[in-house]
C-alpha cells in the first residue's frame, strides 16, 4: 500500500512570507508526528497527534509554528512570518497507535531566503 | 529531559565485517526504542522496534538490543554490505509523546 507521501518535497520562500506543509500519512493511521530536521542531526519532534487532536504540541518552537489535523487523516503544518532559521527538512510520521513503530514520508525541504 | 546519544558519529568498515552501532539514553522511562536507517537526501526507514519490556528484537542481518536499566542499546549488522552505507539514528520514545532522536552514526561500507 501507498506510504506515508508529503507535499511539496521543496519549498522556497521569502522570509515573513506563510508557509503551508502537507502531510498524507498511511491510510488507518491515527497517530501522526510532524518532526524538522538539520543537517547533520536527528530529527526534532515538533507535534503529535492521535486522531484530530494535538496530544502533545510541546515541540512546536514558538507561536508561528501551528498544525492541524481536522478529519484524523491529512495533517498541515503552517508556519507564519517565516525566518532564515526555519530553513530545514520538515518530516512526518505516521504509526497505528501511539506506541506503534514510526513510518516516515520523504520530507519537505523547507528554505527561507 | 531525555537525550539520546550515539557513538560513534562516523564509521568506515569493509565488506563482511560485523559490527556495532550504540546509543544511550539518559532516562530509562521509555516506552520504546526504533532503529532507523537514513540514506542521504531521503526520509526514514524503520529498522526496528523494540518495546520497553522487551530485550532484543532481529530482522534479517539485524539485531537490536535494549537495556533499559542501563540507558542503552546496540544494534547490531552481521556481515556487512556496501548496501548499509547510510546513517543510522535511535529513537527513544519517552513517558509523553515525545520521540527524541539521537544524532546518527554515518556508515560507510567499503566493496
Known amino acids: 500500500g501507498a506510504g506515508v507521501s508529503q507535499t511539496p518535497s521543496n519549498k522556497v520562500t521569502e522570509k515573513g512570507k506563510y508557509v503551508e506543509l502537507r502531510c498524507d500519512p498511511i491510510?488507518?493511521?491515527?497517530?501522526l508526528y510532524w518532526y524538522r530536521q538539520s543537517l547533520g542531526q536527528g530529527p526534532e519532534f515538533l507535534i503529535y497527534?492521535?486522531?484530530?487532536?494535538?496530544?502533545?504540541d510541546s515541540g512546536l518552537p514558538n507561536d508561528r509554528f501551528f498544525a492541524v489535523r481536522p478529519e484524523g487523516s491529512v495533517s498541515t503544518l503552517k508556519i507564519q512570518r517565516t525566518e532564515r532559521g526555519d530553513s530545514a527538512v520538515y518530516l512526518c510520521?505516521?504509526?497505528?497507535?501511539?506506541?506503534?513503530?514510526?513510518?516516515f514520508g520523504p520530507g519537505t525541504r523547507l528554505t527561507v531566503l | 529531559k531525555q537525550e539520546v546519544t550515539q557513538i560513534p558519529a562516523a564509521l568506515s568498515v569493509p565488506e563482511g565485517e560485523n559490527l556495532v552501532l550504540n546509543c544511550s539514553f539518559t532516562?530509562?522511562?521509555?516506552?520504546?526504542l526504533q532503529w532507523f536507517r537514513q540514506d542521504p537526501g531521503k526520509g526514514l526507514t524503520s529498522l526496528l522496534l523494540?518495546?520497553?519490556?522487551?530485550r532484543e528484537q532481529t530482522s534479517g542481518r539485524l539485531n537490536a538490543s535494549l537495556d533499559k536499566s542501563s540507558g542503552r542499546s546496540t544494534l547490531y549488522i552481521a556481515a556487512s554490505q556496501p548496501g548499509d552505507s547510510a546513517t543510522y539514528l535511535c529513537?527513544?520514545?519517552?513517558?509523553?509523546?515525545?520521540?527524541?532522536f539521537g544524532a546518527g552514526t554515518r556508515l560507510f561500507v567499503k566493496a
Open positions: 510520521a505516521s504509526s497505528p497507535g501511539g506506541n506503534n513503530e514510526q513510518f
Open positions: 491510510s488507518g493511521h491515527t497517530a
Open positions: 497527534f492521535q486522531g484530530t487532536g494535538a496530544a502533545d
Open positions: 532516562d530509562s522511562a521509555i516506552y520504546n
Open positions: 523494540i518495546q520497553s519490556s522487551q
Open positions: 529513537a527513544v520514545r519517552t513517558g509523553g509523546f515525545k520521540t527524541i
